[in-house]
C-alpha cells in the first residue's frame, strides 16, 4: 500500500470506502491512497484533481506447448486454434472441438460414412466409402485404382457359384451327360459320355483287352496305357 494523493477541505470530518469504517480527518487531511497492484490514485496540484485508474496486473505467466503468455491490462485471451472452439460463461472458459478432423490431424476427414461399406484411404484427403457389396460379392483390387465389390463368374461355365448373406459356395461341374469330349484316335470322331457319365471302350484288334465302362479318368489312364502297349 502507498499513498499516492492527498484531499484537503476542514468542512469533510470522514469518508467511507465501500468496506470498513469511516476515516476521519488528521490534521485537516484524508489521504486517498490506492492499492499498488490493481489501483493507482495519482494527485494532479496543478488541477487540483486525482486521477484513479487500474494499476499493473500482477504478472502470471501461462504456460503452453509452444510458447508462454501474460495478462495484457489483466486480461488473458483463450483462443482455439484448428478445430477448436473456446466459449465463456461467467468465471468457466470451454474448451470443444470443432468441425471434421482432417486426415493430417489422424480423422477421417469425412462428416458421414456410408452405412455396410468398406473404407479406402486416399492418401491425405478424406477416405472413400466403396459402394456396398451385396450378398455373394467379393472385393477385387485394381492397379492404382479403388478396389470394389464384384460377382465372380467362371468363363467357361465350369464351376458354379451359390451366393448367400456373408458365404459363396463353388462347385466344380462335372462333364454333363451327352456333352461331347475330345477323344481322338487313329480314326473317327470325337465321343461322348453316356447318360451316367462314363465312357465305354471294346478292343477291335487282337491283343488288346475288353475294358469295362470307364469313367474320364479312367479312360485317360487306359488310353495311356494302350499308347505305350502299341508302341
Known amino acids: 500500500m502507498s499513498q499516492m494523493g492527498k484531499y484537503t477541505q476542514e468542512n469533510i470530518e470522514t469518508l467511507t470506502g465501500n468496506s470498513g469504517g469511516a476515516v476521519e480527518q488528521t490534521s485537516g487531511n484524508i489521504d486517498i491512497v490506492g492499492d499498488v497492484t490493481t489501483i493507482d490514485v495519482t494527485g494532479n496540484p ?33 483462443l482455439g486454434g484448428a478445430n477448436i472452439a473456446t466459449t465463456g460463461a461467467g468465471s468457466a472458459v470451454t474448451v470443444a472441438f470443432d468441425g ?7 480423422g477421417t476427414g469425412a462428416v458421414t460414412l456410408t452405412d455396410h461399406s468398406v473404407l479406402l484411404g486416399s492418401g491425405t484427403a478424406a477416405i472413400t466409402a466403396a459402394t456396398v457389396g451385396t450378398d455373394g460379392q467379393v472385393l477385387l483390387g485394381a492397379t492404382a485404382a479403388d478396389a470394389a ?4 463368374t467362371s468363363t467357361g461355365s465350369t464351376v458354379t457359384f451359390t ?17 461331347v469330349i475330345t477323344v ?6 470325337a465321343i ?3 447318360g451316367a457319365g462314363d465312357l465305354g471302350l471294346v478292343g477291335g484288334t487282337t491283343g488288346l483287352p475288353l475294358l469295362a465302362p470307364l469313367t474320364l479318368k479312367h479312360l485317360v489312364e487306359h488310353l495311356l496305357w494302350l499308347m505305350v502297349e502299341l508302341v
Do not use: Y
Open 149 to 152: 465389390f464384384a460377382t465372380l
Open 184 to 189: 481322338t484316335g487313329n480314326s473317327g470322331g
Open 192 to 194: 461322348s459320355p453316356d
Open 46 to 78: 496543478g488541477t487540483s484533481t486525482l486521477t484513479i485508474s487500474a494499476g499493473p496486473s500482477t504478472a502470471i505467466q501461462f504456460d503452453t506447448d509452444t510458447g508462454s503468455a501474460t495478462p495484457a491490462l489483466g486480461v488473458l485471451d483463450v
Open 100 to 106: 471434421t478432423l482432417p486426415v493430417a490431424s489422424g
Open 163 to 179: 451366393p448367400g448373406a456373408n458365404t459363396l459356395n463353388l462347385e466344380a461341374d462335372v462333364v454333363a451327360a451327352g456333352a
